[in-house]
């Protein structure tokens, strides 16, 4: 299987895993070892400034939702557009973060779009390839935009999106409705 860093995986209706209903899974790191990437769609109702406070014990006045990235337990770690602060680029533009210096250089600007997480999705090296040749995944390229969109209806949009892709070169249409319900 070819690498899956910087696409998003979305969870099909086949997979299992309850703690991956309907998510938007974007792949950090992909290689023999294992897989690790951040949930997109799973914002909680904690915001960067009060995890900011707990963890740091400084002020930052920031309303932005933390999300969960999966449901292993780590760091605090971020997405985000600043170079100057990457540890790695998961693909053109957006760029990940753990170091405690970085985080807060990030978190304490207001002109570029980040997300901070609590936890991860990890999978063990196999285990991800497995779980893709039974169904329980989709792939796509990732689109910088939706990484940091606040949608509710992510999941929504990378499967039809997924879907456009899939659908219509087998039927040969030129045009294929956002709602099929339509033709």
Known sequence: MSNLQGQFLVASPHLGDGNFYRSVVLIIKHD??????LVLNRPTRNTVGDVWRMVTEKELDCDRPIYLGGPVQGPLVCLHRMKSCAESEVLPGVY??????DLEKIVSQRTKPFRLFMGYAGWAGGQLEGEMKVGGWLAMPADKKLVFDDREDLWEQVVGTIGQ???????????VPQDPSLN
């Open 32 to 37: 023999d070892e294992g897989a690790f990437g």
């Open 96 to 101: 990940f973060a753990a170091d405690k210096n």
């Open 165 to 175: 892709e899939i659908i219509a070169p087998a039927i040969k249409t030129k045009h």
